[in-house]
């Protein structure tokens, strides 16, 4: 099964763009230059070709190639709001977390993720345990993942708590100066100002000054003074 998939995302090689990719990701791994639209395209096709034990089955073999766009096409394939069932899913998904090294790998595997965490909010008990974890791909993974509790208009009683608990982990990332950390909480904040604006701000007046000056600035893009 891997190697007629594989080949189909090899057909739209690109030595130029694998070249280049290479250089701004600054990651050593297989790169073939394939853009995200045909990804897109051919991982549609397979969702609807493959059912779920298929498709758990395909995703972890184009992981485990480490090729870049195989990792990629693996996270697409597993992105999908109604999956049922969707243990198999979860596990896998949560098994390559410790293999983030890259923004763009992390942020798609992270996609996916969101879809099960909104499927099944008790899995924020064990997306927690990634908030103590002392690779930085995985502490950023815990914010990325459960952006969707940014994202609700009309959130229940239920996921407000799950929202302030998510502002909890954030506010014990405000410390950590690294980038991408930094960068995580400022997304999340970002987001959520677009529909609870008053818990952003809140956050700001007690933790903003202990921010990097870009987290915090972006944190606040949107809200009116």
């Known amino acids: 099964m891997l190697d007629a998939h594989l080949d ?23 790169y073939l230059g394939v853009t995200n639209p045909i990804l897109n395209d ?3 096709v397979w969702r609807q070709e493959l059912d779920v034990p298929a498709r758990v089955e395909l995703a972890s073999a184009l992981w ?3 090729i870049h766009e195989g990792r990629l096409a693996a996270a697409k394939l597993l992105t ?20 983030f090294d890259a923004w763009a790998m992390a942020d798609h595997a992270c996609m996916a993720m969101q879809k099960r965490l909104s499927a099944d909010p ?12 002392d690779q930085m791909w995985t502490r950023r993974a815990a914010l990325v993942a459960t952006l969707p509790w940014t994202k609700q ?6 996921d407000l708590q799950r929202r302030d608990r998510i502002l909890g982990w954030a506010a ?7 980038w991408f950390i ?4 400022a997304w999340w904040l970002r987001d959520l100002s677009k529909h609870d604006p008053e818990r952003v701000r809140a956050f700001l007046a007690k933790h903003g000054d202990a921010m990097k000056p870009f987290a915090r600035k972006e944190a606040g893009k949107y809200l009116k003074d």
């Open 8 to 30: 189909q995302i090899k057909a739209h090689a690109d030595t130029e763009r694998a070249e280049q990719l290479a250089a701004y990701h600054k990651v050593e791994r297989p």
């Open 42 to 44: 051919l991982t549609k």
């Open 64 to 66: 485990q190639t480490n």
């Open 80 to 99: 999908q709001a109604r999956i049922r069932p969707d243990e198999a899913v979860w596990e896998l998904l949560q098994s390559w977390v410790p293999d």
């Open 122 to 133: 008790q899995r924020l008990d064990q997306v927690e345990d990634w908030t103590k974890s």
């Open 153 to 158: 208009n009309h959130p229940k009683p239920d």
């Open 172 to 178: 014990g990332y405000v410390p950590d100066r690294d």
């Open 182 to 185: 930094q960068k995580s909480v």
